[in-house]
């Protein structure tokens, strides 16, 4: 299953972003879908999750300014990042997972927070 992102870039401090990971086939097959990012020297990290019933999870730092969505329609899935901080630069990578445990992962895309 290929994933592709895309919506990295470079923004000030304050900003947003919104990032898109759009997939093959139908996404209403991944029970889980979510973005990870690594800094660089750091191991990587969950940001936030959403299942295929809505239900969303999110890393502390992220909450109340990052929301994650999925839209079936489209076989894409988003992550709209407000108030963007330094400390959120990474390389942020979109993952899916599937029956019986079947996990896929994007090739990533750069965010650079500038202060």
């Known amino acids: 299953e290929q994933l592709v992102e895309s919506g990295g870039g470079l923004v000030q401090s304050g900003g947003s972003l919104r990032l898109s990971c759009t997939a093959e086939g139908d996404i209403r097959r991944f029970y889980e879908m979510g973005w990870y990012r690594q800094s660089q020297g750091k191991q990587r990290e969950l940001v936030a999750t959403?299942?295929?019933?809505?239900?969303?999870n999110y890393v502390d730092s992220v909450k109340g300014r990052f929301t994650i969505s999925r839209d079936n329609a489209k076989n894409t899935l988003y992550l709209q990042m407000n108030s963007l901080k330094p400390e959120d630069t990474a390389v942020y990578y979109c993952n899916a997972k599937s029956a019986p445990r079947y996990e896929y992962w994007g090739q990533g895309t750069q965010v650079t927070v500038s202060s």
């Open positions: 959403v299942t295929a019933g809505a239900d969303t």
